[in-house]
Nanobody
Framework: QVQLVESGGGLVQPGGSLKLSCAAS????????MAWFRRAPGKEYEFIST????????VYAESAKGRFTISRDNAKNTGYLQMNNLKPERTAVYYC????????????????WGQGTQVTVSS
């Protein structure tokens, strides 16, 4: 059983950057693919990015390309999402997910998820 805890969210001005972290425990982190999703108020979950167990193959949603970077450090059992040039419409709760299915952009196909971290983009 893998437990995931996200951190690094907060209030940031438009155009600013944040780096989210996802700390894993209770399992073998490098056996799982990892992904980030977000959910804005009143909207459905939205896929952002996923990365393979080794960290060699990141995949991004079109809206994330060029702005977000997913990475992981298996030695630290931690995944990351670097977010640059943030816009107000990026305000959402950001969730880390882990699972065995490679390159899935469907939240329900991941076995484990965290409680989320709030990101608010506002001046």
């Amino acid at each position: 059983q893998v437990q995931l805890v996200e951190s690094g969210g907060g209030l940031v001005q438009p155009g600013g950057s944040l780096k989210l972290s996802c700390a894993a425990s209770g399992g073998i982190f490098d056996r799982y693919n990892m992904a980030w999703f977000r959910r804005a108020p009143g909207k459905e979950y939205e896929f952002i990015s996923t990365i393979s167990e080794s960290g060699a193959t990141p995949v991004y949603a079109e809206s994330a390309k060029g702005r977000f970077t997913i990475s992981r450090d298996n030695a630290k059992n931690t995944g990351y999402l670097q977010m640059n040039n943030l816009k107000p419409e990026r305000t959402a709760v950001y969730y880390c997910e882990a699972g065995c299915l490679l390159f899935s952009n469907v939240k329900e196909e991941y076995e484990y998820w965290g409680q989320g971290t709030q990101v608010t983009v506002s001046s």
